[in-house]
């Protein structure tokens, strides 16, 4: 057993939203325990990742049809937000898992959602292998997925920044669909007895490729040395002729053909994890000002009492309450959109969602600095590592930048112009 209690070999299995929301917070009490130890030591958390599984947490957005619990997205968000203010690192891992589930839901077979659901319930891990360092942006991909003669295809390619990649049992690969007239892939919509159906390939049609962690090709590399989020599970995938049946394959360019709240859902729990960061900063520096002498010049006895430093935390707290209240808006914006999706609730959840990435990214930027300023000088000793709150906030902050989701918000807000379709929106 790890700090949360749960024996990692068998898998609970959770049935409401208030069920999931207390298991993420035992789950944080144990993970907030070595926090700090793991990221100075850059301790990979093989441990508790087993307990993650074994809690039931990663099986929780699975649809009721399936065993699942289907939770809200405002349940879904706090449940990240929650781990994140314990351990940011950890938290992010399951961030692909749950996007690749709700992929699954839109544009899987019934067949291949009953397989990867049960996978799910079960415990086991999915990570994602979608970003790449060699293409002219970064929404280029040129992993790519072509016909094999008999039958099936080959995977060829390399991913960076695989969260989760080191422990997954399943790593689901973006990949260029290529050289084919016709791909055999599905949509559960549209084949509801989870047959796969003829989709005409274009040169653009990018695809998702579900695939063992353990399938012959594959290759992860333990060589992520980003300054924050150290403890991620990340990795280099590299995919040379990787063996991919026609069941492995979900269609990804089609969920961007009509309203979703893909992206808003995926954004969401990014702008969770930076207020958990924001929120995990500002409890170590209200710890440390309980520590820290006041300054001479104040005349108080305790640093807690000084008028400037009080002032601070106020607005530091304003700060943060203000980021988690969009948060919690944004949260059920997105879930009101999926009760009626239309073009505009879909677009209005991206916006809400838009802001609350901005208001988080700042807040956990901000606290965790002035989280420093509060403690004093002995808030700085490397033997604390607190350093890890500003660290893994301005390394998670640069995941997509924050500037472009302003430029959006402006346009809806002037124009009534509607946020672009993708993953990150």
Not at 37 to 54: C, F, I, V, Y
Request: net charge neutral; charged share 20%.
């Amino acid at each position: 057993m790890v700090g949360g209690g749960w024996p990692v070999s068998t898998t609970q299995l959770i049935r409401t939203d208030e069920q999931a929301t207390e298991t993420a917070r035992k789950l944080a009490a144990g993970y907030a325990a070595h926090a700090a130890t793991r990221d100075r030591e850059r301790r990979l958390p093989e441990a508790e990742l087993a307990e993650l599984s074994a809690s039931g947490l990663l099986g929780i957005t699975v649809p009721r049809a399936f065993g699942g619990a289907d939770v809200s997205v405002a349940t879904l968000t706090e449940v990240f937000r929650t781990l994140a203010v314990a351990d940011a690192s950890l938290a992010q891992i399951p961030h692909s898992h749950v996007v690749f589930l709700q992929a699954l839901r839109l544009q899987g077979t019934q067949s291949q959602q009953r397989r990867y659901f049960e996978a799910a319930l079960a415990g086991q891990r999915f990570a994602n292998a979608q970003a790449e360092r060699g293409g002219r942006t970064a929404a280029a991909d040129a992993t790519t997925l072509r016909p094999r003669a008999g039958g099936g295809y080959l995977l060829d390619g390399e991913k960076f920044y695989c969260t989760g990649a080191l422990f997954a049992d399943w790593l689901v690969v973006r990949a260029v669909l290529a050289d084919a007239a016709v791909a055999r892939t599905g949509s559960g919509a549209a084949t509801p007895a989870g047959e796969a159906r003829d989709i005409p390939a274009a040169p653009t049609t990018k695809v998702l490729a579900y695939l063992p962690r353990d399938t012959p090709g594959v290759t992860v590399r333990d060589d992520w040395d980003g300054m924050g989020q150290r403890t991620t599970a990340s990795g280099t995938v590299l995919l040379d002729r990787v063996p991919v049946d026609e069941t492995q394959v979900v269609p990804y360019t089609p969920i961007f053909a009509r309203a979703t709240t893909y992206g808003a859902r995926a954004q969401v729990l990014h702008a969770a994890l930076d207020a958990g960061i924001a929120r995990g900063a500002l409890d170590a520096a209200v710890t440390q000002v309980a520590r820290a002498r006041p300054w001479w010049e104040s005349g108080v006895a305790r640093a807690a009492e000084e008028p400037l430093l009080v002032q601070q935390a106020g607005e530091l707290e304003i700060l943060v309450r203000a980021a988690e209240a969009l948060l919690r808006e944004a949260a059920l914006t997105i879930d009101a959109a999926e009760a009626d999706l239309t073009d505009d609730s879909a677009a209005g959840a991206s916006v809400a969602t838009a802001i609350a990435k901005v208001a988080t990214a700042r807040a956990s930027v901000q606290a965790s600095s002035a989280l420093f300023e509060l403690g004093g000088t002995r808030s700085a000793a490397d033997s604390l590592n607190l350093s890890r709150y500003w660290r893994d906030a301005r390394t998670h902050t640069l995941h997509d930048p924050a500037r472009w989701k302003v430029q959006h918000v402006g346009r809806w807000l002037l124009d009534g112009t509607p946020p672009p379709r993708h993953g990150q929106l």
